[in-house]
């Protein structure tokens, strides 16, 4: 049985960065083997229909939610090298990477995005992430590959500045605008800012909010495996300004695996730059993405200006003195921008 296609991608899918809040921490000794099969022995219920999605929404939903489960309810998508191998290119080309560059991949997940850009011959690389889970799938992968990067545990809210001196810092994987409070997405922005180095630049991938916000499906589900069956329902929030996303896992043989609420808020082009611009980035520009695939075939991951890279450059000195603006000509622009 073959799911029913959802043209609409939704936050949800593009979630790949946090858990539990803890300083940057290196912990790159080999641990046990990782979990493949998804323990659904405890039963677990759901919560049965619920009218208002956004009251069921942890403010920390984030911390505890990217695990195993959620490579297989979302790997046709970030487990999938195809799509690696596009963004990482998009990214050399948009950042205007060299070798020597020294990069930051903050909310990196398994490092899809850092072990492919070592593939390339990238040698100064150093992912953040709060997902213990995922940074040791990310330091499993490096070490198989025989490739050597750094992988530090943490906020990245907090401390990021502490590993500065970077070229180039990405925020991928559609991995922003997590937190309940935009101040929240504000300090991610500004810790990014202050890791660079004099004309650094970052690079922040992000679903169209104003898009999105207009044309995301209410309702969708896909088998992600033989026994495994995802249902999804979504609306906005009060405000407007958060998709809200309630997806529920079912095993065919043990009933419900879980039963989770989170919610992305919705950025457009014109509200990223003001953000970017209020924490001291400049010469912001925005590029179209191509398309995002799924293994599966289930699910189309573009279907109208869903996803944009941004890429901006800023500077952090004591006295707040910021680099010489730099435009760079050709660079495709959203006509929606400001």
């Not at 046990?32 to 759901?46: G, K, M, N, Q, V």
């Not at 999938?80 to 930051?104: F, P």
């Amino acid at each position: 049985m073959t799911a029913s296609p959802e043209p609409i991608p939704h936050p949800r899918s593009t979630r790949r960065s946090t858990r539990a809040s803890a300083p940057l921490s290196t912990n790159d000794a080999a641990g046990p083997a990782l979990p493949i099969e998804i323990a659904t022995d405890r039963r677990r219920r759901s919560l049965g229909r619920i009218a208002d999605l956004e009251s069921q929404v942890r403010p920390d939903w984030w911390r505890a939610i990217f695990d195993e489960l959620y490579l297989k309810t979302d790997g046709d998508v970030f487990e999938n090298d195809g799509n690696t191998r596009a963004e990482v290119d998009a990214l050399v080309v948009a950042a205007e990477l060299k070798h020597s560059d020294r990069i930051l991949d903050l909310c990196c997940g398994q490092g899809r995005h850092a072990i492919e850009l070592a593939r390339r011959g990238f040698a100064n690389i150093t992912g953040i992430d709060q997902s213990r889970y995922l940074l040791e799938l990310a330091r499993e992968r490096a070490r198989t590959s025989g490739l050597e990067l750094r992988f530090l545990e943490g906020d990245a809210r907090r401390g990021v500045a502490l590993a500065g001196g970077f070229d180039c810092v990405t925020i991928l994987g559609n991995s922003f605008g997590y937190f309940q409070r935009p101040k929240d997405d504000a300090a991610l922005l500004r810790q990014a800012r202050l890791a660079l180095n004099t004309g650094g630049r970052l690079v922040l991938e992000l679903v169209d909010g104003e898009w999105l916000g207009e044309h995301f499906e209410p309702r969708s589900w896909e088998w992600v495996e033989d026994h495994l069956l995802v249902c999804r329902e979504r609306a906005l929030s009060r405000d407007r300004s958060r998709l809200i996303t309630r997806e529920i896992v079912l095993n065919s043989d043990r009933g419900v695996v879980c039963d989770r609420f989170f919610g992305e808020r919705l950025y457009s082009p014109a509200q990223i730059r003001a953000l970017l611009k209020s924490v001291g980035f400049h010469s912001i520009d925005f590029t179209d993405r191509a398309e995002i695939a799924s293994s599966t075939g289930a699910r189309s991951r573009h279907d109208g200006p869903l996803r944009f890279d941004c890429c901006t450059r800023g500077r952090y000195a004591a006295r707040g003195v910021w680099a010489k603006k730099v435009r760079r000509p050709g660079r495709a622009r959203r006509p929606a921008s400001p």
